[in-house]
């Protein structure tokens, strides 16, 4: 902590540093005056640093485990995001966490992984950065494009079509014989079938 007089105003000026234990990155600056006309202190500016360029350690990463399971996360989940936060951990070294670093970091991961892995890898990133009072460091989860249409390698040929159907007819399941019908002659999702009912076929039209 140190005091100053500041020649202008007249006042003295605190300036403190603390560090909160829960935010292991972080330490966080406030300078105050002193308004002797009312005998109070007023912030004037608060500002946070980063620590000093020592990466994650080992420590703050099963503090983040042990606070997740203090909020009842599943152990699958616990697991997942502390290999995440490990990957993250080699990926920066000795570095501190930086939006550039970050940023880095997810292109890299695009370079090997579909964007929803890596939006997967991030959702655990951001909790991690929000545990450690980085909470403004977060990564923009991507946005996955849909695909208007289905890949050809993943269609039906009429073949397996006619399969499916005799498949049915030999079970003697005329129900599934003629859900797929329906399916395959309106490209309908299974969610979809709902829609499909006694009165849509008496109006000769459904509304999905």
């Known amino acids: 902590m140190g005091v100053q007089y500041d020649c202008k105003t007249g006042h003295a000026v605190l300036l403190f540093c603390c560090v909160n234990n829960k935010s292991p990155f972080c330490a966080y600056f406030i300078l105050l005056y002193y308004q002797p006309e009312t005998d109070s202190f007023r912030s004037s500016y608060i500002w946070r640093c980063a620590m000093n360029g020592t990466g994650i350690s080992m420590s703050q990463i099963e503090a983040f485990c042990a606070y997740m399971r203090d909020n009842e996360k599943a152990e699958a989940t616990i697991e997942k995001y502390r290999r995440e936060i490990l990957m993250l ?23 090997q992984h579909q964007t929803r892995t890596v939006n997967g890898k991030l959702s655990a990133v951001n909790a991690f950065l929000v545990y450690a009072g980085l909470s403004d460091l977060r990564l923009k989860i991507l946005r996955v494009q849909r695909q208007a ?60």
């Open 149 to 208: 249409f289905i890949e050809e390698n993943r269609e039906l040929t009429e073949e397996e079509y006619r399969r499916l159907l005799n498949s049915a007819k030999d079970q003697k399941n005329e129900r599934l014989y003629y859900l797929i019908m329906t399916i395959a002659g309106t490209g309908i999702r299974i969610s979809e079938l709902k829609f499909i009912t006694v009165e849509a076929a008496d109006r000769g039209c459904a509304e999905i």
């Open 89 to 111: 951990r080699d990926f920066l070294g000795i570095r501190s966490v930086t939006k550039d670093l970050l940023l880095e970091y997810r292109d890299k991961l695009l370079g």
